[in-house]
Structures are given as structure tokens and as C-alpha cells.
């Protein structure tokens, strides 16, 4: 049977993707950045997963206003790396993997769940950045992807409440498929930030803090966190976050070994927060 070892949580602040593409992770700015996630990509590569299932929004770049749906499995072989303007990222293609992604969207839709099935789509910065985060600069991801994809874009958009409970049905999902396969779960974006309006800028080291400590302690508790309270405290960005339920959702219920931890900043407009953590 396959098991979901582990889950990763990361922001997925777009100029990190373009400092690494540009070899700048050296520069002062940051190298401070780049330092906190060297205990994840040593771990990685001690703790290869057989798959990634990787919770993230798209940015209006595979979908639009004309398509929104709230949540998508990618079933495909393959994505290419979006252009979002400025020319596809130079990371590799990620390659998918149909055969568990059409059994996690046969078992969550009939858990009650209705996902979007997509056989094509090209993935932003939201799925590559993390990406290149924990695996570096790679000729090839070390590992098949299914991307899974959420509207946090336009509202309305998924509750925490629902996106922890999604989690749990995937990992009951995981859990009947027939390979001894070793599966993470990754959430992706956030943390504090707001790129628009009067209050751009914003961060908010004391609630970004707070929700990693529940995060780990107490994720059903802070499934109930409304909306409007992670856009007040957080930024119209922030609302990113509800994403990394869906991957503590998918853990055991008993508590998970932190491997790593890391907060910073900023990083352009954004708090970055990272996470490891291990299934007991
Ligand atoms: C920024 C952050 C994001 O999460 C994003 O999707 C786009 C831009 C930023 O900080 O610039
Ligand atoms: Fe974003």
C-alpha cells in the first residue's frame, strides 16, 4: 500500500525562482533566504519521495476569470513550465503521474470531494518555485509530480475547514493504492503578504508565527480559522495559506516530527515560512 511519509510546507515567492535562475542566491539579500532551506534539500535527497502530490494555486496562467475551477488534479504525463510573461522559467518539464493521480481522483470524488480532472495544463511559479526551493537546480525533478491545484485567486474560494478535511480524504485515498509507494504532500504559498491596494506590503510576523505553531499542534483547530480573519491578519495574499491545510490534512493524526523550520524577512512583498515534517 502506498503511505504519505512526509509533508512540506514553503512559500513560493516568485523572485526566489528568478534568483536562482539568474545564480543570485549568493547575493546579501539572499543568501539568508536560500540558507534556510539547505537542511530541506539535504534531507530530501537522504529521504527521496517516490512522489510529490503538490497543493498550489495557479496565478490566472493555466486558468483565467473564464475557467476558476476551486479544486484540480492534474492527471497527465507531463506540464510544462508556464510563461508568465517574461518567457517559460529554465526548469525542467515536470513529469506527472497519471496512474495515482486517476486513483486519488476516482477515491476523493467518490469521498465527496468534486475535483477537476486536467489532462493539459502548463504550471507557474506557484508549482515550479517550491519545486526549485527543496530540489535546487536540477537537469530533472528527482521525482514524479501530481499537481494539484486550488482557487485562492478569485472568491469565492475553499474554507480551511474544507481544504483540512479534503486532506484527509486524500490521504485515505493514498492509502488504498495498491504500490508500496512513498508519497509527500506538499502546501504551498503565503505566508503574510499583500500585493495590492493600500495596505501592500503588509507582513504579519506574529500571526505567520502562530499559525505554524498550530500548523503542527493543532491543525484541526485551526481549520476553523474563517476567511476574513487570514485576510485581515494576513493580506489578501495570505489567504495562500488555507492551501497548506489541505497537506496537514493528508497527515496521521498523531503528532508529526518537525524536521525543519524556517521563517524570514522579507523576500520580495512576502513573509517566507517553511516546514518539514515527518509522519510519526
Ligand atoms: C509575490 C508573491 C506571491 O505569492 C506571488 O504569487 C506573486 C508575487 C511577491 O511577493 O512579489
Ligand atoms: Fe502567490
Request: net charge negative.
Amino acid at each position: 500500500m502506498a503511505r504519505i511519509g512526509a509533508s512540506v510546507y514553503t512559500s513560493h515567492v516568485p523572485a526566489m525562482g528568478v534568483a536562482m535562475d539568474l545564480n543570485k542566491t549568493g547575493e546579501p539579500y539572499w543568501q539568508p533566504v536560500f540558507k534556510g532551506y539547505e537542511a530541506s534539500r539535504a534531507w530530501m535527497k537522504a529521504n527521496p519521495p517516490d512522489v510529490v502530490f503538490l497543493v498550489y494555486n495557479d496565478h490566472a496562467n493555466a486558468f483565467s476569470l473564464e475557467l476558476i475551477p476551486t479544486f484540480a488534479i492534474g492527471c497527465a504525463e507531463a506540464y510544462k513550465p508556464a510563461d508568465e510573461g517574461w518567457g517559460p522559467r529554465p526548469v525542467p518539464v515536470v513529469k506527472g503521474h497519471p496512474e495515482l493521480a486517476a486513483h486519488i481522483a476516482q477515491s476523493v470524488i467518490q469521498d465527496d470531494f468534486d475535483l477537476t480532472i486536467v489532462n493539459r495544463m502548463d504550471v507557474d511559479h506557484g508549482l515550479t518555485v517550491p519545486l526549485s526551493m527543496l530540489c535546487g537546480k536540477v537537469d530533472a525533478w528527482p521525482c514524479p509530480v501530481i499537481p494539484f491545484a486550488v482557487n485562492v485567486v478569485q472568491y469565492p474560494v475553499p474554507s480551511g475547514r474544507r481544504c483540512y478535511a479534503l486532506g484527509q480524504a486524500i490521504r485515505r485515498a493514498v492509502a488504498s493504492y495498491d504500490e508500496p509507494l512513498n508519497v509527500h504532500i506538499w502546501g504551498t504559498g503565503g505566508m503574510s503578504h499583500q500585493l495590492q491596494g493600500p495596505r501592500a506590503g503588509l507582513i504579519n510576523r506574529e500571526f505567520d508565527n502562530a499559525f505554524l505553531d498550530r500548523l503542527i499542534a493543532d491543525p484541526a483547530g485551526l481549520a476553523q480559522m474563517p476567511h476574513v480573519y487570514y485576510v485581515r491578519e494576513a493580506g489578501s495574499e495570505g489567504i495562500e495559506l488555507v492551501m497548506w491545510l489541505i497537506a496537514r490534512g493528508a497527515m496521521n493524526d498523531a503528532l508529526p516530527r518537525v524536521v525543519h523550520r524556517f521563517y524570514h524577512v522579507p523576500a520580495s512583498n512576502t513573509a517566507v515560512g517553511h516546514l518539514v515534517l515527518e509522519n510519526a
